[in-house]
């Protein structure tokens, strides 16, 4: 790695003056999504709503989300930044509301991050009872950890590998879920008139549905993460962001019309399953198809957990540098380019939370339910912030996308909106409650925290302006 400096602060790149190709920075922001987690877990949520047309509510949803990718990917082309959207919105809009973003994106990350080696080792589980009898929280803290301790250190040795990794991993997990989908569709056939017969269609719980599936495309802008270590960030993190979106879409449409047709053939309903592909590997005939269901969300944890930690550590590298966070965090490993202290942090960090759930006995999916809730009103947050700067920039830069863009907000922002009121209120029951508060409590402090340095400390708001970090 090479090491330059710009703008008194420091960005590094490969001694060859590369960053990291495209593909890869595609593989990171589909591995923040984690679509494999659809059509193995979160589809039932949807399907209780969308019934026969949960492809529509995807469909309906990508669509939006891709508009969202657009105005996030305008901003990463004004302000490329390893803060993503801190540094977006606080050039765009307004340093507090950059700060907001930043904080909420962490916490948000970090609620996905503690999640996924624990989700990891609770499908390495799964797929190990196929061949002899292993079960406890013991085992799914051992392999939980063993997934973070790998991650972290290909994370360690630099973006190009930990990115590849994260790549061919996500590939390989996708590739698992297709073959159960080729399977189910040959052995029931692809007509299904019943998810086509739009008269039977309603359009409140459709929208219930809608709501729900919103937040299985969130994660796209954390390819905005790796503007400092990628080759043309300007054109490059904006085609990614929608392109992720319109590829993970299709991937959910052609789900959720697969599992849909074939649980029209099983007694239990596609919204009372917690495991819908293995239920159809035991309807069509070949429960070791199961197999490849729990590997694919394994592999996607894993991968998860590697753009994660490439995520949060370069927020915290960005936020520090622009003196938001203490200044620990702005250091960069001089063998292999990479935020080693942030990420040593964050790694000591999810093992305390991996040996907390495992002495307490914490279920694991509550634990997922928990941070999931966090990450996804932080998602909420920062796209409806994104919705309303990029116009805002637009219009003052009397740019020529700058209607497109009021149009855009005029559209999601709205149903974004929606999905927030929805999820805070009324509030929920147990930890995913504790979360939604802990959750409204962050961005208040965060806010009048702003409002404290603008009033008595002006200086350090617009410090947050200044380009230390950036390509």
């Excluded at 300007?234 to 991937?251: D, E, K, N, Q, Y």
């Excluded at 509030?427 to 508060?437: F, I, K, N, Q, Y």
Aim: charged fraction near 10%.
């Amino acid at each position: 790695m090479a090491q330059v400096r710009e703008n008194g602060g420091v960005t590094l790149r490969r001694a060859s003056g590369d960053g990291i190709n495209v593909s890869e920075l595609w593989g990171h922001a589909v591995a923040n999504i984690t679509p494999s987690a659809m059509p193995a877990v979160t589809i039932s949520l949807v399907a209780i709503h969308g019934g026969p047309f949960t492809w529509l509510a995807y469909t309906l949803i990508g669509v939006l989300m891709t508009l969202v990718a657009v105005q996030v990917g305008i901003l990463a082309r004004h302000f490329p930044s390893p803060g993503s959207l801190f540094f977006y919105l606080s050039k765009a809009l307004h340093p507090i509301s950059g700060m907001v973003a930043g904080f909420t994106m962490m916490a948000g990350y970090f609620g996905a991050l503690a999640a996924a080696p624990l989700l990891g080792g609770l499908f390495v589980e799964q797929a190990l009872r196929f061949f002899w009898p292993v079960s406890g929280v013991g085992w799914i803290a051992g392999i939980g950890v063993l997934f973070l301790l790998v991650a972290w250190r290909l994370a360690l040795r630099g973006i190009e590998i930990s990115a590849r990794w994260g790549l061919w991993v996500e590939i390989f997990s996708i590739l698992c879920i297709v073959l159960i989908a080729v399977v189910t569709l040959w052995h029931f056939g692809w007509r299904d008139p019943a998810q086509w017969n739009f008269q039977r269609l309603h359009t409140t719980p459709l929208a219930q549905a809608l709501i729900l599936s919103l937040l299985a495309y969130g994660g796209f802008e954390t390819a905005g993460n790796l503007a400092g270590e990628t080759s043309a960030a300007r054109t490059a993190i904006p085609r990614v962001m929608v392109l992720s979106v319109l590829m993970v879409g299709g991937f959910f449409v052609a789900m959720a019309y697969i599992e849909v047709l074939a649980f029209a053939h099983i007694p239990t309903p596609l919204g009372d399953s917690a495991a819908p592909l293995n239920a159809i590997a035991k309807a069509i005939g070949h429960p070791w198809l199961g197999i490849f269901s729990d590997l694919a969300m394994a592999t996607a944890a894993f991968s998860a957990t590697i753009a994660t930690l490439n995520s949060i550590s370069r927020i915290l590298y960005s936020m520090a540098g622009h003196g938001v966070i203490p200044r620990f965090f702005h250091h960069r490993d001089l063998r292999h380019g990479t935020p080693a202290r942030a990420l040593r942090i964050l790694a000591i960090i999810v093992l305390i939370s991996i040996t907390v759930v495992t002495l307490w006995k914490i279920p694991i999916l509550s634990v997922v339910g928990t941070f999931g809730t966090f990450t996804g009103l932080a998602f909420l947050l920062i796209y409806g912030l994104a919705n309303v700067a990029t116009p805002w920039f637009l219009f003052r830069q009397r740019h020529a996308w700058r209607w497109l863009s009021l149009i855009i907000a005029g559209i999601s922002l709205p149903l974004l909106i929606k999905v927030m009121a929805v999820s805070l209120w009324p509030l929920p029951v147990g930890g995913e409650g504790a979360a939604t508060l802990l959750f409204v409590a962050l961005v208040m402090v965060i806010f009048f925290w702003g409002l404290y340095w603008a009033a008595f400390q002006p200086e350090r708001l617009r410090h947050i302006l200044v380009a230390v970090d950036e390509p």
